[in-house]
């Protein structure tokens, strides 16, 4: 009996270790409509495909919760609009960039990142993300989620505005 209870125990405390010990690099955040922290390659002119398991988090304001983000580059952001599911099951904020405030190509298709790719990567508050960063189109957007089902992690070629659509 105490055993179970002990296994019991561990299948819900082993995993909110393992979110506590992942990376503070790759936090992102919709912390409120007019702060949030997205993953962009670490250096400017990266293209976002081939950098995604070394982005890091780029925050539009301080964000006390993500310590170790950079500061967004000035006029990178566009514009955003910030949504939310019903029952506050996901937020989201989708909006337009533009690629030259952090070198970007705009031949680059983009990339998407996700809490499976970079190794680590959390939204904070939410089981699961999902997140585009799309030169090309000159938009980008992030969800995050409570379910599974809200998040389309498994729709990685179909871009923003498929995935997470939105006002952009």
Do not use: W
């Not at 912390?31 to 993953?39: A, D, G, M, S």
């Not at 390659?41 to 919760?65: H, R």
């Amino acid at each position: 009996m105490l055993s179970n209870k002990i296994a019991c125990f561990l299948a819900f405390v082993l995993p909110l270790i393992a979110v506590a010990a992942a990376d503070p690099t790759t936090r992102v955040t919709i912390h409120e409509e007019e702060r949030f922290c997205i993953l962009l390659p670490p250096n400017p002119g990266d293209d976002i495909a081939d950098s995604l398991e070394e982005s890091v988090s780029f925050c539009t304001s301080t964000t006390p919760q993500v310590r170790y983000a950079k500061e967004m580059p000035s006029s990178f952001i566009l514009t955003y609009n910030y949504a939310q599911g019903p029952d506050l099951t996901y937020s989201q904020v989708t909006g337009t960039i533009d690629p030259a405030a952090y070198s970007l190509s705009t031949s680059d298709d983009g990339g998407m990142a996700s809490h499976k790719l970079p190794d680590g990567a959390r939204c904070l508050g939410y089981r699961y993300f999902i997140q585009f960063v799309e030169p090309n189109e000159g938009v980008f957007c992030i969800r995050c989620c409570h379910n599974k089902d809200d998040c389309h992690t498994d729709q990685a070629d179909k871009g923003c505005k498929v995935v997470i659509p939105g006002t952009y």
